[in-house]
């Protein structure tokens, strides 16, 4: 497990504001609230990370992206190219002219930026003058988690409309936090992470007596043949493959082979091999080193969508992975990623991003999540549809659960513009995804950051008697997720020459994301404009027409204190819809009916 923090209560960190006369010239002071079960324990000592966000003119953002994603509207995919969205991510030159002048005074230097934010790193001291005498400390949760806060600090008052202090992160060994899990475990009895044994690709050691049948998924690991054809996908041909793209995320320090990607095609899908990749994108400086994730990501969705253009971007994080004490600094490259992203020229833009990697909501922090989440948006407004795995740990992981056995929602799932993907597993009979020996629970909740768009409303709604259950350890009014669910049960995939199998919401993702991809190319093809942000249409149009999914009614998304959301009857908070199916998916994403205006 990679996990290693603790149930947080969640507390709304409502940020307040006073202007308070300081001797050089006018500040204004800022509280960070921090709930009654966190006490400060110790002034930091170490360097501090701080991520601003440098306001921008976003507030007609989301009354914009409800038109252009909602089918029936006129504005309905005339999305934003690359010079038009620029005007939501500039912020005016005075306000840059401000920032840069508060920071130059102080003599801090800007570590990363974006077009609407930047981080630096310095030493605790350094920071609390800069931030107007901010006293920086290390808090300890009831739990026994422990990280950096600052509950007040101030901006001289001419920067206060700016900025938004959006994110501290400590670099100090005593603040021991994570980076990105990736939702994947390799199969064997490994907890660790570490390799697994190489299992037998002809699926000679099959024995859990689910997938007796002929046909495609007789045997495990189970390959993209037998993926495509559980999702009706086997015998879609690409129309227009050059008129989209498609990019796998690679977070956490990894880097996909394209020597095991060949393989993988050469193994499963030979009339795919021809193809090559079309890049692997590095664009931060840090080292990244060959892993699971990246190979698994990458080969699910090149074996299924090549000769599309797929690009593999790694992202290291927003700095030098620092060791400090053999304690690696936490890597948050989120916000480094999706800005990145939402800036690329119209040529390079992606059409379609996988993400199989998940961090609990509250390890992020509100004001981080919030601020990468509408950089989502701002990928929907590009005709962009994010896509990302539900996470591996049910409800919230056993063995991490807090006094009070709330559930733990996990980010970027639980952002109302990313697709969310959950995992099933058995091939005949498919079910909400648990191996209690592999310590992997297919994720889903509700947010605590983000309010439930109305298009979920009914079908939550119809959900909320079975999950009332458990009221008071989740937020009824949050964002649901996830809205879809896939195979995540012994994938293969090839690593270092050898095949391998894993279990995880990893492998749903990428094959989500295959999935839409070829919808858009069927769109593409009929002359309608991609998909961009899925859910709005996805809830309002294509699941309530018949045959579109194929219903998932048993299993449960176990976890916390024996929480469980069940799968049931239509839409349910374990599985969302539940499986896509190709061809009634497709034709009912190419035929929206409309009412008449
Ligand atoms: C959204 O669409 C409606 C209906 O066409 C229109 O009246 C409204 O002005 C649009 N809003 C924005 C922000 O474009
Ligand atoms: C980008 O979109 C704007 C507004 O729709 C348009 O005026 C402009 O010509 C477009 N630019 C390119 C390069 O297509
Ligand atoms: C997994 O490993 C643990 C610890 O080594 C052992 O106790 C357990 O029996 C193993 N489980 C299986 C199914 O092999
Ligand atoms: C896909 O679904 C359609 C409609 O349900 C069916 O006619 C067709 O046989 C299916 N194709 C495959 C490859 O499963
Ligand atoms: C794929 O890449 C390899 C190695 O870079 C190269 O030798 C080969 O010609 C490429 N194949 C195609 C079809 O572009
Ligand atoms: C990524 O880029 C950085 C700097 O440009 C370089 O040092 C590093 O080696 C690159 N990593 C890989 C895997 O190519
Ligand atoms: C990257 O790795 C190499 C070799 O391990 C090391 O020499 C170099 O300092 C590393 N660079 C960074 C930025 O960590
Ligand atoms: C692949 O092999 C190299 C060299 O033996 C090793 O360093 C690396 O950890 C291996 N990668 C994985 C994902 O097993």
């Known amino acids: 497990m990679l996990f290693d923090w603790r149930l947080i209560a969640v507390a709304l960190l409502l940020a307040s504001s006073q202007v308070v006369a300081g001797t050089a010239g006018s500040w204004v002071k800022r509280s960070l609230p921090i709930g009654s079960e966190w006490q400060r324990r110790a002034p930091a000592t170490e360097s501090v990370s701080v991520h601003v966000a440098i306001r921008a003119s976003q507030n007609e953002i989301p009354a914009i992206i409800a038109n252009i994603s909602d089918p029936c509207n006129p504005q309905y995919g005339q999305y934003y190219n690359q010079s038009a969205i620029e005007q939501f991510i500039t912020p005016s030159k005075a306000a840059k002219r401000a920032v840069d002048e508060w920071l130059s005074g102080h003599g801090v230097q800007k570590r990363s930026e974006g077009h609407d934010w930047f981080s630096v790193e310095l030493p605790v001291d350094k920071a609390s003058a800069w931030l107007g005498g901010a006293d920086f400390g290390v808090y300890e949760h009831v739990s026994g988690k422990r990280k950096l806060h600052v509950r007040d600090y101030s901006v001289p008052s001419h920067i206060d409309e700016h900025v938004e202090l959006i994110k501290i992160d400590g670099t100090a060994s005593i603040i021991k936090e994570v980076d990105a899990a990736n939702d994947i475990t390799p199969e064997g009895n490994n907890s660790q992470g570490a390799p697994a044994e190489d299992s037998d690709a002809d699926g000679d050691d099959d024995n859990d007596g689910m997938d007796a049948s002929d046909g495609p998924c007789s045997e495990t690991p189970y390959t993209v043949v037998c993926l495509r054809s559980l999702y009706n996908m086997s015998n879609y041909q690409m129309q227009a493959p050059d008129r989209q793209r498609i990019l796998v995320a690679g977070f956490v320090g990894q880097h996909a082979s394209t020597a095991d990607l060949q393989e993988y095609l ?21 080292n990244v080193t060959h892993g699971f994730e990246a190979n698994l990501d ?92 539900s ?20 980010f970027p799932a639980s952002c109302p513009y990313v697709t969310a993907v959950g995992g099933t597993m058995g091939s005949l009979r498919e079910q909400v995804g648990s191996e209690a020996l592999m310590d992997y629970y297919a994720g889903s909740g509700y947010s605590n950051f983000f309010d439930r768009p109305s298009f979920q409303d009914d079908a939550v709604n119809t959900y909320m008697d079975t999950a009332n259950k458990f009221r008071g350890r989740f937020n009824a009014n949050g964002r649901a997720y996830p809205d879809i669910a ?22 749903a993702a990428p094959l989500a994301a295959s999935f839409i991809a070829m919808v858009n190319d069927a769109r593409i093809a009929a ?71």
């Open 527 to 597: 002359g309608q404009p991609v998909l961009g942000y899925l859910n709005p249409i996805l809830y309002t149009h294509i699941a309530p027409t018949l045959g579109t999914f194929r219903d998932i009614v048993d299993g449960a998304t176990s976890g916390c204190g024996g929480g469980a959301f069940e799968a049931t009857q239509s839409w349910d908070v374990a599985s969302g819809f539940g499986a896509p199916l190709f061809d009634p998916f497709r034709d009912a994403a190419l035929n929206v009916q409309c009412p008449a205006a």
């Open 266 to 286: 050469q193994d499963f899908t030979p009339e795919r091999a021809q193809y090559n990749i079309s890049e692997l994108v590095n664009i931060t400086d840090i």
């Open 486 to 507: 896939m195979m995540s049960d012994s994938t293969a995939a090839v690593i270092n020459g050898s095949t391998e199998s894993f279990v995880g919401t990893s492998i």
């Open 391 to 410: 996470g591996n740990d049910g409800v919230g992981s056993h063995e991490l659960c807090g006094a009070d056995d709330e559930f733990i929602p996990v």
């Open 298 to 389: 990458l080969q699910i969705v090149a074996s299924n969508v090549l000769p599309m253009p797929v690009t593999f971007y790694y992202v290291g994080g927003h700095g030098p992975s620092k060791k400090i004490n053999g304690q690696k600094s936490k890597n948050e490259p989120y916000l480094e990623f999706f800005s990145y992203l939402v800036s690329l020229p119209d040529n390079e833009l992606p059409q379609v991003v996988s993400i199989s990697y998940s961090d609990a909501e509250e390890s992020l922090g509100r004001e981080y999540a919030t601020k990468v989440c509408d950089y989502v948006a701002l990928l929907g407004l590009r005709g962009t549809t994010v896509v990302s795995s």
